[in-house]
């Protein structure tokens, strides 16, 4: 699915920097993924309670008397053979060998969409992961990201701290508290090494995840997102935002 990519560069680049963003999902695999989920109810907020279509977000916010920041199709997206496709394809897993070793699968897929809200307050800002903070899922990780919509600087761009994935502080690695303030992980690691990952829908990274991150707010375009993730444990209920769990 992605040409003359090598899965050795692409792991090269994650070792230096923690992150790589030259990937790109043929046109008709993108459109369908998107497809499916525009057609797809989703779930708000990771609560099986409220179920709407995308196009609905504005009457679901309404209709729930909450503020709805994401949209996430959990298991259903099983059903979509073009987001199965991208799982499996083997520069995916490859490059997850590369880095995390030959015990290394394939352990979450999921797609949602953050959406522009203008209700949210701190908290719930918060809980939602738009602050820097590093995953905990597992000892060692890769996540695969691609955007199935366009993403500007508008429309929630995922940004990641270059470098940060080898060099923690140590009060940053013996804190439980997930979201760090962007000066504070900002002043460590140097502003020039945030980057703001923008593009058109079909735009693909992956990122070691014990590097900082975040996804930002959606100011007025909805985001749609998809995540591969490989890992090296068994599947574990910390990793479970209701996405299946591959075996
Ligand atoms: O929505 C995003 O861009 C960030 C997602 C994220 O932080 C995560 O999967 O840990």
Known sequence: MFGEIKAADVAAELRRTG??????????????????????????????????????????????????????????IV?????????????????????????????????????????????????????FHFDLDDWRMLKFFFYLSDVDADAGPHVYVRGSHNRRRMKHQLTLLV????????GFYGEENAVTLTGKAGTGFVEDPFGFHMGTLAKHTP?????????????????????PVIR
């Open 19 to 76: 992150i790589f963003s030259g990937l790109t999902l043929p046109t008709a695999v993108q459109e369908e993924i998107a497809r499916f989920a525009n057609e797809t109810p989703c779930f708000g907020n990771f609560d099986r309670r409220i179920e709407f279509l995308a196009s609905e977000h504005a009457e679901a916010e309404q209709r729930f008397g909450r503020t709805i920041l994401s949209g996430h199709h959990f298991d259903r």
């Open 79 to 131: 059903r979509c053979e073009a987001a199965l496709a991208v799982q499996k394809d083997p520069l995916l897993l490859n490059v997850a060998k590369h880095c995390l070793g030959g015990e290394t699968k394939l352990i979450t897929t999921r797609t949602w969409w953050s959406f522009p809200t203008k209700t949210a307050s701190e908290a719930d800002l918060s809980r939602a992961s738009f602050k």
């Open 179 to 186: 979201g760090h303030p962007s000066e504070e992980v900002l």
């Open 223 to 243: 985001r749609l997102m998809m995540e591969a993730g490989f890992g090296v444990s068994k599947p574990s209920k910390r990793r479970y935002h209701g996405e």
